[in-house]
């Protein structure tokens, strides 16, 4: 049998991220306490593009434990890109525009490495739907303060994994 012995020997371990970004809506806040309204939002955000886009390459928009439960409930329904419908829905909603709404995001985090970029690949997706949105980027404390109070109509926001499991 024979032995090997190194000094200072590392192991380099790769393995899916085990980050979560997502936009939310505060549903207590008009528009978005209109379901027609979050369903417009959903169909008019062209995620498979703005995944393509990312200097970060994932794999999905979710870790791969928390996909699966997804699609186990039939309750999660996914959004297809589609403008044509959001537009449609929004048209169901009232026959006013959505106007000034903001989406607010912060400094870069693990889950999403660019906020400002995503914010204004997203703001540009709503825009051709009928929905303006003004970006306010916030320092973390008080985005933080601002998301625990309510007090955002809509956010983008995420989850870093501290304990080096992957979904």
């Not at 169909?43 to 200097?55: F, G, H, K, N, V």
């Not at 999403?112 to 916030?138: C, F, N, S």
């Not at 109070?149 to 983008?156: D, Y």
């Amino acid at each position: 049998m024979r032995r090997c012995w190194a000094r200072n020997a590392h192991q380099i371990v790769r393995q899916p991220s085990n980050n979560l970004a997502y936009i939310a809506m505060n549903v207590e806040k008009k528009p978005f306490d209109n379901v027609l309204v979050r369903r417009a939002v959903a169909q008019a955000i062209d995620i498979p593009a703005i995944l393509r886009r990312s200097t970060v390459r994932v794999r999905s928009p979710a870790t791969t434990g928390r996909r699966q439960a997804c699609s186990r409930n039939p309750r999660v329904k996914i959004w297809p890109h589609d403008v044509t419908a959001a537009k449609a829905l929004l048209a169901q909603r009232a026959p006013a525009r959505l106007r000034d709404d903001a989406l607010s995001a912060t400094t870069p985090r693990p889950y999403m490495p660019d906020p400002q970029r995503l914010a204004e690949a997203i703001q540009a997706d709503l825009k051709d739907a009928g929905i303006i949105v003004t970006l306010e980027p916030l320092e973390f404390g008080v985005f933080l303060s601002k998301v625990q109070n309510g007090e955002h109509p809509m956010c983008l926001i995420g989850w870093s994994g501290d304990n080096g499991e992957s979904g």
